[in-house]
């Protein structure tokens, strides 16, 4: 089945620590995104990519970092200079950049700093 | 910039009744489209429903139909015959025209009561 696949589902960090969030997804679609959700905050958008070797920062980029070397894999590394990095983190993805279609999101990732 | 507006953090409705969730945004584009997203307590996103805003014709999927309004920029969402799966976070979502990212409210969640 196609679709997008985050892991590792939970994770610990340290402060100090950079971590490396997965997301691949097979629907061969173009664009993929990175959002973040706290509670009673709704997602906010951390880096986007419209297409393979390209990408763009979002709301609220500092303190992350993303790479798209491939079609289907966009992974985002927070870094030490994340303030607050303790939340949920939703990979997602679209056919293209614009027009109907809609967003389709991975299961999400939660990281917890010790 | 473009902004979306949940006004009801949570609500709750009895099984088999009907619900309205309230939603509002602001753009000065002419070309977007607004959805709505589902978050069951597995935290995975699941479309629930898509309005075009050309289209003058409300959206509607099984149960689940809008009230688009495009002069007030009012975009609800009515759940008919509520059932205990319904039981989620739903959020409201604007994609302009020429972009790819999503825009979210805050979210409102929803109890069903047996």
């Given amino acids: ?114 | 910039a473009q902004t979306v507006t949940q006004s009801q953090p949570e609500m709750s409705v009895q099984e088999a009744e009907t619900v309205t969730l309230s939603c509002t945004y602001d753009t000065s584009e002419s070309d977007y489209y607004l959805f709505w997203y589902k978050q069951p307590p597995s935290r995975q996103m699941i479309l629930v429903i898509r309005q075009e805003a050309y289209k003058q014709q409300n959206a509607t999927e099984n149960r689940f139909s809008v009230n688009f309004q495009k002069a007030a920029k009012s975009f609800s969402l009515k759940i008919s015959d509520s059932q205990l799966g319904d039981a989620a976070m739903y959020f409201c979502a604007y994609r302009g025209g020429s972009q790819g990212n999503l825009i979210f409210g805050k979210g409102t969640k929803l109890s069903v009561k047996p």
């Fill in chain 1, 1 to 114: 089945d196609g679709g997008i696949t985050q892991s590792p589902k939970y994770l610990f960090r340290k402060e100090g620590q950079n971590v490396t969030l997965s997301c691949e997804q097979n629907l061969n679609h173009d664009a993929m995104y990175w959002y973040r959700q706290d509670p009673g905050q709704g997602l906010r958008l951390i880096y986007y990519s419209q297409i393979v070797n390209d990408f763009q920062k979002g709301d609220i980029a500092e303190g992350y970092s993303v790479s798209r070397e491939k079609k289907e894999s966009f992974p985002l590394t927070v870094t030490s200079a994340q303030k607050n990095p303790t939340a949920f983190y939703l990979c997602a993805s679209s056919i293209g950049w614009t027009g109907r279609g809609e967003l389709f999101f991975g299961e999400g990732s939660r990281l917890t700093v010790l």
